[in-house]
């Protein structure tokens, strides 16, 4: 049995001295194994170059005699659309074409005609070219085990055969290149893979990774291998490395592995065209070298990449229910740029009911995959996240929420406490990205994750671009919604099903949805898509483990966030290029008159100022732009309710009345109508605003606020426009209710506003925490029921008639019938709503 190891390569360089071209300087990056499984690669949008799946190519049926009554005919071709097989001089043909070096082979038509072989690592040989998939998929083989099997004999290590592509890199970032790609190296005795580079049509390549069978690492011709020239194999950005052994072969998993211009290889300056070539050498009867999702990308739109590796962990505290902790370095609650939220911010009702007394599990944490496996004893956290203890040789740290491990450790609430029903686990984390300088409707959110389910847990994925006013679910993992779980299944999520055979198929305890076959990725829109954005600086990530109790876990990794970049910010009103209080004068400008801000400034409002995503600038923009002037994170802030009340009422329930809304100005011209006007006995006497984030609620005073009224009775709007009112009788009182949201009341004498329009404007200042103003507008005609006509309200016979008819019920505040809120139907109603008969109010229009 041949053992794995890693290695520096300079003696590669000897041996394929023999072959036709030359080879440049080395790279970092080597390894040396027998079998090296890779998993999908899915491919980014914003920075995509070139990518290959290799998936419509023509293929024709195998040419070899003993092909198996099964294929189809659509086995294998060697004409790859932009790629080139070049089989080295020194190659010895064989007569079966489709084993002859490199081509492109559906996986099932070649494991089925070779067998599968190789590994006993799950899926098994050949197949695991498969990529977790149960379709057919076309990937580029070279299989010299197959190539052996031909005439003619004595063929010796005769297998050298490469294949090739050039690529167009003209304008990319040539700092940030990047070459990924899935791949599948199984060898026995004599077999070496390489993948190489180079620029401009250079016959000189760069080897940026090479993997042989020991058979030629302990050939003389390789030269002497001392311990400073075998290294340890990289785990790729915190992916995870696994190893195990079998009889003739090696089999070392390894996740996606992507290089690096810089790091990994050398781009000259000014480069137009890279070629990476793929190489299986010196080989003779062996196994094969696979490859798949060939992808080449640079940096340009990439906001940021996450893998949580170099944090400084924690020790888990003595003891545990699995293997005891290890080396000290196992969990951190200090996540650089990333907010824990146990206790309520988004939401005071979901917050952890429970708290635990192991730090690691007390909601989310950054924790090392193989600490967390043993110190919970496994129960499959090795699988997604393998465990290195036993698969050596790497550790990868992880965001996890684990409400199993929480429950271990957890502080139970005594009998009677009034939150012992509740589901004690409901954490949160979520980062605050910079965004400005970024198309938002083009952004991609990308990550690896994983979700055990069992009887009760929610697993989520958010993001807001309106400081966290508004959420949009991109993943929801609920245990008890077999719709979404369904969903899951058919689009491949599913990694494990049930515990036990009877389980299968079946959403249960147990079942884990994972990315266990590539990262997943959402893509953002505009605001005709599917998945439409808001334009603005930040955009908030949020994960979510939440309505779990004694359930089982969520981890995520690797998380991508990219776009595509734009010369201006949106949000930038007076366009100087930052976005502050500064920028609210050119904004007003732009709600006022548009035409004339967009003469004044480089960049019109549809475009600068559309915050909706939805190609025009209005006044559903203001939003937007409170949010990104203000800076403010969190829960919905601002005016988030108005209502009417009638203070003074004296039937039962509430005296806010639902029926009735203050219209708002800034929404274009508005008709108003009965749902803006009230009719009763006292007048408009109070007025409340739930204000969220409120600045000072103890300084808050009438000086925060503008009261107007309108002309009584029919007036000329032109004449009497709602700017040029006359100011209104000052409230009786101003008062706070601390909540969340607090709630202001304003309130007035009986009768002191009564047959005319209020407008109130709550300022912008520190005391009511706006950033713009925000306009309202109540009407009274007392004794109205019927609504208007003719653009006028009128108390007719037809208003008394109404309340006639009504006489005597029980009645709540928001009846249009109990004009004097007494909560019955009275006789004083009719007889104040004949005390008005014929009196008017103009209808008006709200700007």
């Known amino acids: 049995m041949k053992a794995v190891r890693w290695w520096n390569g300079s003696s590669l360089l000897k041996a394929m001295a023999g072959l036709s071209g030359s080879v440049g300087k080395r790279s970092k990056k080597w390894c040396m194994g027998c079998a090296i499984v890779l998993m999908t690669c899915v491919p980014s949008l914003a920075d995509q170059i070139a990518f290959d799946d290799f998936e419509g190519v023509t293929l024709i049926p195998f040419d070899v005699a003993n092909s198996p009554t099964f294929s189809d005919g659509t086995d294998w071709t060697n004409v790859v659309p932009g790629w080139t097989i070049e089989n080295d001089a020194s190659h010895v043909a064989t007569t079966s074409v489709a084993y002859n070096g490199w081509v492109a082979m559906d996986v099932n038509s070649w494991s089925r005609q070779q067998g599968n072989q190789g590994s006993t690592v799950a899926p098994t040989g ?27 004999a004595g063929k010796g290590n ?30 026995e005795d004599n077999q070496i893979g390489v993948v190489e580079v180079s620029f401009d049509g250079g016959a000189t390549y760069e080897l940026i990774l090479a993997v042989a069978s020991e058979d030629w690492v302990s050939d003389p011709t390789w030269g002497p291998f001392t311990s400073s020239t075998v290294v340890p194999p990289s785990t790729e950005a915190g992916r995870n490395v696994s190893w195990s052994t079998n009889p003739g072969t090696d089999t070392v998993e390894v996740t996606q592995r992507t290089f690096v211009a810089g790091t990994d290889f050398t ?3 000014g480069s137009t065209s890279m070629t990476v070539r793929f190489g299986c050498i010196l080989a003779g009867n062996d196994w094969w070298f696979a490859v798949d999702n060939v992808e080449l990308a640079d940096l340009n739109g990439v906001i940021d990449f996450e893998d949580f590796e170099g944090l400084t962990l924690l020790p888990f505290p003595a003891g545990g229910v699995g293997v005891p902790p290890g080396d000290g370095t196992d969990y951190s609650q200090d996540i650089a740029n990333w ?35 043993n110190q919970q004893g496994g129960q499959i956290r090795n699988e ?3 465990n290195p203890a036993i698969f050596p040789p790497g550790r990868n740290t992880i965001l996890v929420a684990d409400p199993d491990a929480h429950d271990d450790f957890d502080v139970e609430l005594p009998t009677g406490h009034p939150d012992k029903s509740k589901k004690e686990f409901n954490s949160f984390i979520y980062r605050v990205y910079d965004v ?10 990308e990550m690896d994750w994983e979700s055990r389910i069992e009887s009760t847990q929610r697993a989520l994925v958010q993001v807001s671009f309106d400081c966290g006013a508004t959420w949009t679910d991109l993943l929801d993992v609920q245990s008890n919604d077999s719709a979404k779980l369904d969903a899951l299944r058919a689009a491949g999520f599913l990694y494990f099903d049930g515990t036990t055979p009877a389980q299968i198929g079946v959403n249960n305890n147990g079942d884990i949805f994972s990315t266990a076959s590539g990262p997943q990725a959402w893509q953002f829109t505009n605001a ?3 998945r439409p954005a808001k334009n603005g600086s930040k955009m908030i990530l949020r994960l979510g483990c939440i309505d779990a109790q004694d359930n089982w876990w969520f981890a995520v990794d690797n998380i991508r966030i990219e776009g595509s970049p734009q010369s201006f910010k949106h949000g930038d009103a007076n366009q100087d290029g930052v976005i502050n209080v500064s920028d609210v004068t050119a904004f007003n400008l732009a709600l006022s008159n548009k035409a004339s801000y967009d003469s004044m400034y480089a960049i019109d409002a549809d475009v600068i100022l559309d915050m909706n995503a939805d190609g025009v600038f209005n006044s559903g923009d203001i939003a937007g732009f409170e949010c990104e002037v203000s800076g403010v994170i969190g829960p919905a802030t601002g005016i988030v309710g108005r209502s009417v009340n009638h203070a003074g009422y004296a039937g039962s329930g509430s005296s806010i009345d639902t029926g009735k809304t203050l219209a708002q100005e800034g929404f274009g011209p508005t008709l108003l109508t009965m749902e803006n006007l009230i009719n009763t006995t006292r007048g408009i006497n109070s007025l409340v605003f739930d204000i969220a984030g409120l600045g000072d609620p103890g300084a808050l005073s009438a000086a925060d606020f503008a009261f107007q009224v309108s002309p009584q009775n029919v007036f000329d709007e032109m004449v009497n426009p709602p700017s040029g009112w006359e100011p209104a009788p000052a409230p009786a009182s101003v008062s706070v209710t601390p909540g969340s949201p607090n709630r202001v009341q304003i309130d007035w004498a009986d009768n002191a506003i009564e047959n005319r329009w209020l407008r109130v404007t709550v300022l912008a200042n520190a005391n009511t925490g706006l950033v713009l103003p925000k306009t309202y507008y109540i009407g009274h005609l007392r004794g109205e029921t019927t609504g208007a006509s003719g653009r006028k309200f009128t108390v007719l016979v037809a208003d008394i008639l109404q309340i ?8 709540g505040a928001s009846s249009i019938v109990d004009l004097d809120k007494s909560g019955v139907v009275l006789v004083a109603d009719i007889l104040a709503a004949r005390g008005q008969l014929a009196k008017e109010l103009t209808q008006i229009t709200v700007p």
């Open 158 to 187: 005769g297998f050298n055969s490469y294949v090739k592509r050039t690529i167009d890199i003209t304008g990319r970032d040539l700092n940030t290149l990047s070459l990924s790609f899935d791949w599948d190296f199984v060898t």
């Open 267 to 269: 781009v000259p300056p």
């Open 436 to 445: 400005s300088g970024y198309d938002n409707t083009t952004i991609e959110v």
């Open 126 to 152: 050949r197949s695991r070219m498969k990529l977790g998939g149960n379709v057919n998929n076309t990937a580029l083989v070279a299989d010299p085990d197959a190539w052996d099997d031909f005439p003619p």
């Open 804 to 811: 006639r008819s009504a006489l005597a019920e029980t009645v």
């Open 339 to 373: 907010t824990i939220d146990n206790d309520g911010f988004w939401n005071p009702l979901i917050k952890m009911y429970t708290r635990c007394n192991e730090r690691a599990f007390d909601g989310w944490a950054a924790i090392d995959s193989q600490s967390w496996t």
């Open 384 to 386: 997604f996240f393998p």
């Open 528 to 530: 005709a898509g599917a």
